[in-house]
């Protein structure tokens, strides 16, 4: 078995969370002295608040190093881990075979369908790539989506995933020993359906990188689209409306939390329109803590963009302890009031009536689909000299259990 190196191995990775633990230092001690001042005259000097939003943004660039160490040492390398899949064990060629018969493809665009076997793409007209590259592809996109790491992924072999859920369990009751036994109400389903969209991407390269032998086009293909797929994914597990993509968590109705029916998310009051409530700001944040019922919070988490963090990384509860703390082990994320946080930028700002800050537990609320298959149809003649490698895969989202996950509103009611 290969092993790996975790990132607390790594001088970087230590470097990192030194530079977090410092400039959180720095940040308490200049947030301390803004709020005395405030107290003593109940406002801050500018240049304190400049200062103190100074050190914030340095505390927010050293937690993006960290994620990023994190990140990328959980990224892996093409084959690392890989176990032959259906389509591979199907082929007449296996493992190195069909690795080199696709990289000729994407060097030349010949040998592969007679070298290797690979079905072609009966909808874009390109290949599916080996198994090595498309589990790459998806690890890549575990490490680098935030959806996909907190999430369930679910790989399917149909366009829709259904799904049958209870909303409503199978009545019971207590009866004497003798006493008759009524019949009970049954179970309520749902079918909830998750048709999966396609995804593409469409890299270029030079001839001339394509003629260097040194260079590895598996994972130069994987890195290119990595990004590009996780940034369209991430918008879409958030926002998304369902039409040609997944559907975002926060597009369903969003009601306040206790009044709201299958199908829709509850949200908790922030206390003020576009802003937390000036007295006792934690206390609507434990509120949304408590939104969800008890099986949920044990594996729950708070999700909001990184000014939403820099707000409420101010705050501290009854006995004067900051809410928000670093992470004090590398590989763990910040939490706040004890639970983990996942920043998403796609997450809306907080203004009026937004819901900027979720919680809950996202592994039993959300659901990604991914359609299993990654195509490659490689054109050099639309945009010589450069040849595109138009990329797809499909995926489908939405949520599975409305109960997982609240919100908070930044509403007065």
């Keep these: 078995m290969k092993e790996t190196k975790t990132a607390s191995a790594t001088p970087e990775a230590r470097a990192a969370m030194h530079e977090m633990m410092a400039a959180f230092e720095a940040f308490k001690g200049a947030n301390n002295a803004r709020l ?23 505390v927010s660039a050293a937690q993006a190093r960290l994620d990023r160490v994190a990140s990328e040492a959980r990224r ?18 296996h493992g190195e075979e069909m690795k080199a018969a696709f990289d000729g493809y994407l060097r030349a665009g010949i040998g592969l369908e007679v070298k290797a076997g690979l079905s072609t793409a009966p909808n874009s007209g390109g290949y599916v790539v080996p198994e090595q590259t498309e589990r790459a ?16 992924v679910r790989t399917v072999a149909a366009g829709v995933f259904r799904k049958p859920v209870s909303i409503a369990g199978v009545g019971s009751g207590w009866v004497a020993e003798t006493a008759a036994r009524p019949e009970t109400d049954p179970a309520t ?31 130069w293909l994987a890195g290119e689209v990595e990004d590009a797929f996780a940034a369209q994914e991430t918008e879409a597990f958030v926002n998304g409306d369902g039409v040609n993509k997944p559907r975002g968590f926060l597009d369903y109705d969003i009601v306040g939390d206790g009044d709201q029916d299958w199908g829709e998310i509850g949200y908790v009051a922030s206390g003020a329109a576009g802003a937390f409530v000036s007295e006792s700001p934690t206390d609507r944040l434990i509120d949304l803590v408590y ?6 919070r044990p594996n729950a988490r708070f999700v909001m963009n990184r000014r939403t963090v820099s707000a409420v990384r101010k705050f501290k509860d009854a006995d004067g302890n900051y809410i928000w703390q670093p992470a004090q082990r590398t590989g763990d994320t910040a939490s706040l009031l004890g639970y983990p946080v996942s920043e998403i930028e796609t997450m809306p700002d907080m203004a009026a009536d937004a819901p900027a800050i979720a919680f809950g537990d996202f592994r039993r609320g959300y659901l990604i689909v991914d359609r299993a ?8 003649y639309s945009a010589k000299p450069y040849v595109l490698f138009y990329t797809t895969r499909r995926v489908g989202g939405g949520v599975q ?13």
């Excluded at 176990?83 to 199907?90: F, I, T």
């Design 189 to 219: 389903l749902a079918l909830l359906e998750f048709p999966a969209a396609d995804l593409y991407a469409c890299p270029a390269a030079t001839q001339t990188l394509l003629d260097d032998a040194l260079v590895d086009l598996d994972e």
């Design 76 to 93: 892996p390398v093409i084959g690392e881990g890989a176990g032959p899949s259906a389509a591979s064990r199907s082929s007449p060629l």
């Design 401 to 413: 259990d409305f109960d997982a996950i609240k919100v908070m509103k930044f509403a007065a009611s």
């Design 36 to 58: 005395e001042e405030i107290e003593r005259k109940a406002s801050a000097d500018a240049l304190l608040e400049e200062k103190v939003a100074r050190i914030d943004l340095a």
């Design 373 to 380: 298959g990654v195509r490659v149809l490689r054109d050099p």
């Design 291 to 296: 939104a969800p019922k008890a099986q949920y």
């Design 137 to 152: 592809i998806e690890r890549r996109l575990m490490a680098g989506s935030p959806m996909r790491e907190i999430a369930t």
